[in-house]
C-alpha cells in the first residue's frame, strides 16, 4: 500500500547542516513535498519538487531525490534555532490523494 | 490573505455532544479536505471534496459527516462525540490542477478538540 516514512527526532546544532530523510512506497507519485509544521499552528509548505526532478535548490534548502530507492532529503544549511519545527514529508499519488509521514521534530541546539 | 480560515481553534466537548468545525477559503480551490492530526502522528484524510456538491470518504471517516454546498465551505460535523476523536483536526484545499504549483495542498491552523 502507500505509505510514507520518516524517522521521528533530529538533533543539530546551531550553525550545522540538518538532513532530513523519507522514504515513500508508491512509484507513481507525481510530486514530493516538505511541509513545515511550528508549535500550535498547521502545516506549510516548504517546497516541492516534481518526480522527474534529481534535485531542487531554494535558499538553504536542498531537496534531493532518489525516485529509483523511492528515497527524498531535505537538507537545511546553517541550521537555526527558528527552523526548530515538525517537518512532514509528503507524496501526491496518482490522482488527487497526498499521503503524509508521522513527521520529523528537528530540534537545533543553541 | 485569508487562504484557509477554520474555527472554532479550541473547543472541548462531552462524550456524546453534537458540533461542526467551520472551514472557509478564498483561493477558489476545487479540492478541500478536513485531516486529523494524533499526537506524534502523520496526518489522516478524514474526508474530501473534489468540488460543490461533491463529497467522498478518506481513510478515517468514521463519526464524522461533511457536506460542500458552496467552493468555499467545507463544514466537518462530530454527531455523537467520543474521546477517539480527540485530536487536532486541519482543514485545507488545493488546485486539481495547475503544474506550476505542484497541486500544492494549502491548510488552515488547525481546530484542536477535546473529547471528555
Not at chain 1, 47 to 53: C, G, L
Not at chain 1, 77 to 83: I, L, P, S
Not at chain 2, 14 to 39: A, E, F, V
Not at chain 2, 57 to 65: Q, R, S, T
Request: glycine fraction near 10%.
Amino acid at each position: 500500500g502507500e505509505d510514507v516514512e520518516q524517522s521521528l527526532f533530529l538533533s543539530v546544532r546551531e550553525g550545522d547542516s540538518s538532513v532530513i530523510n523519507c522514504t515513500y512506497t508508491d512509484s507513481s507519485s507525481t510530486y514530493l513535498y516538505w511541509y513545515k509544521q511550528e508549535p500550535g499552528a498547521g502545516l506549510q509548505l516548504l517546497t516541492y519538487i516534481f518526480s522527474n526532478m534529481d534535485m531542487k535548490q531554494d535558499q538553504r534548502l536542498t531537496v534531493l531525490l532518489n525516485k529509483k530507492d523511492k528515497h527524498l532529503s531535505l537538507r537545511i544549511a546553517d541550521t537555526q534555532t527558528g527552523d526548530s519545527a515538525i517537518y512532514f514529508c509528503a507524496e501526491r499519488t496518482g490522482g488527487f490523494k497526498t499521503i503524509f509521514g508521522a513527521g520529523t521534530r528537528l530540534f537545533v541546539k543553541a | 490573505n485569508a487562504g484557509v480560515t477554520q474555527t472554532p481553534k479550541f473547543r472541548i466537548l462531552k462524550i456524546g455532544q453534537s458540533m461542526t468545525l467551520q472551514c472557509t477559503q478564498d483561493m477558489n480551490h476545487n479540492y478541500m479536505y478536513w485531516y486529523r492530526q494524533d499526537p506524534g502522528m502523520g496526518l489522516k484524510l478524514i474526508y474530501y471534496s473534489v468540488g460543490a456538491g461533491i463529497t467522498d470518504k478518506g481513510e478515517v471517516p468514521n463519526g464524522y459527516n461533511v457536506s460542500r454546498s458552496t467552493t468555499e465551505d467545507f463544514p466537518l460535523r462530530l454527531e455523537l462525540a467520543a474521546p477517539s476523536q480527540t485530536s487536532v483536526y486541519f482543514c485545507a484545499s488545493s488546485y486539481s490542477t495547475g503544474e506550476s504549483s505542484g497541486n500544492t495542498i494549502y491548510f488552515g491552523e488547525g481546530s484542536w478538540l477535546t473529547v471528555v
